[in-house]
């Protein structure tokens, strides 16, 4: 792994429910908002490459399929909250709900959707997010501890924008390794990344690959709250480890993340911060 958990509170019990519910409501309690900041920069991503031609999304760690769901569909990340609080969704088994949500999304779905292929080692997550439709193709492998199979190199080298939110402190540059030699075409990566952490590694194996990572390292996001005073402890001696200032940031009460945006050196000219805006 490229960044150990340390004392963070992991959470890995939601991911191994049938549906996004248990998601939604546990992260809801501390105010998970990556997603809610990753649309907009995504979406911007998407339309600079949409420029070069097709676009195919690689989604890692991709969960629910929250960001295909974002991406794709005229939704906030609030409106997914209030849909799976409500009292009729409270209510229903799984596979009701994954018939009612196969309409849900059908019914809002933008005209400039691409197609998303997503890998997570969460196999009911997975199954839920193709059940629905939000992903063309989904996964569960683990790229840290094996080799990809022909099946999910073949659907993932069409990827040409690979997108993390969740996920990086899971991940190495095994996994990148893996991804960049099967790509067909030059292949952008934007990783939401924990300033809890380094993304050193990931980023020299990349570079490995010719693509040249940049960060606005002033202009972060807020991920969601700390869970107790330990977690923030742990949160702020991590940054100051990691050589950041966790002033005005992880103080204040919840961990943080910068967006690292990896391109082939001829993609450059775009500038990274122009994807990075208030308000996003």
């Given at each position: 792994?490229?960044?150990?958990?340390?004392?963070?509170?992991?959470?890995?019990?939601?991911?191994?429910?049938?549906?996004?519910?248990?998601?939604?409501?546990t992260l809801g309690r501390y105010g998970y908002r990556t997603p809610h900041h990753?649309?907009?920069?995504?979406?911007?991503?998407?339309?600079?490459?949409?420029?070069?031609?097709?676009?195919?999304?690689?989604?890692?760690?991709?969960?629910?399929?929250?960001?295909?769901?974002?991406?794709?569909?005229?939704?906030?990340?609030?409106?997914?909250?209030?849909?799976?609080?409500?009292?009729?969704?409270?209510?229903?088994?799984?596979?009701?709900?994954?018939?009612?949500?196969?309409?849900?999304?059908?019914?809002?779905?933008?005209?400039?959707?691409?197609?998303?292929?997503?890998?997570?080692?969460?196999?009911?997550?997975?199954?839920?997010?193709?059940?629905?439709?939000?992903?063309?193709?989904?996964?569960?492998?683990?790229?840290?501890?094996?080799?990809?199979?022909?099946?999910?190199?073949?659907?993932?080298?069409?990827?040409?924008?690979?997108?993390?939110?969740?996920?990086?402190?899971?991940?190495?540059?095994?996994?990148?390794?893996?991804?960049?030699?099967?790509?067909?075409?030059?292949?952008?990566?934007?990783?939401?990344?924990?300033?809890?952490?380094?993304?050193?590694?990931?980023?020299?194996?990349?570079?490995?690959?010719?693509?040249?990572?940049?960060?606005?390292?002033?202009?972060?996001?807020?991920?969601?709250?700390?869970?107790?005073?330990?977690?923030?402890?742990?949160?702020?001696?991590?940054?100051?480890?990691?050589?950041?200032?966790?002033?005005?940031?992880?103080?204040?009460?919840?961990?943080?993340?910068?967006?690292?945006?990896?391109?082939?050196?001829?993609?450059?000219?775009?500038?990274?911060?122009?994807?990075?805006?208030?308000?996003?």
């Amino acid at each position: 792994m490229s960044q150990s958990r340390g004392n963070r509170t992991p959470f890995d019990e939601i991911y191994d429910q049938p549906d996004p519910r248990a998601y939604f409501s546990t992260l809801g309690r501390y105010g998970y908002r990556t997603p809610h900041h990753a649309q907009p920069v995504f979406r911007r991503l998407l339309a600079e490459r949409a420029k070069s031609g097709r676009v195919t999304v690689l989604d890692l760690c991709c969960s629910y399929g929250i960001n295909a769901a974002l991406l794709n569909h005229d939704l906030t990340f609030d409106d997914l909250h209030a849909h799976y609080a409500s009292p009729g969704v409270a209510e229903l088994g799984t596979a009701e709900l994954i018939e009612r949500d196969k309409d849900f999304y059908a019914a809002r779905r933008r005209a400039d959707a691409v197609p998303v292929v997503g890998l997570d080692i969460a196999a009911p997550a997975i199954d839920y997010a193709v059940a629905v439709g939000l992903l063309d193709a989904g996964f569960t492998e683990n790229l840290e501890a094996a080799s990809a199979s022909p099946a999910f190199l073949r659907a993932a080298a069409s990827a040409n924008l690979i997108t993390v939110t969740g996920g990086i402190s899971f991940l190495s540059a095994r996994t990148f390794h893996q991804l960049l030699q099967a790509a067909a075409e030059p292949v952008w990566v934007a990783a939401f990344v924990l300033r809890t952490g380094t993304y050193r590694p990931i980023a020299d194996a990349l570079a490995e690959h010719g693509l040249v990572t940049e960060v606005d390292a002033d202009h972060t996001f807020e991920q969601r709250r700390f869970t107790d005073p330990e977690e923030q402890r742990y949160a702020i001696a991590a940054v100051e480890a990691a050589g950041a200032d966790p002033a005005g940031k992880e103080t204040e009460g919840g961990y943080h993340t910068a967006l690292h945006l990896s391109r082939p050196p001829q993609h450059l000219a775009t500038p990274h911060g122009s994807f990075v805006r208030p308000g996003s």
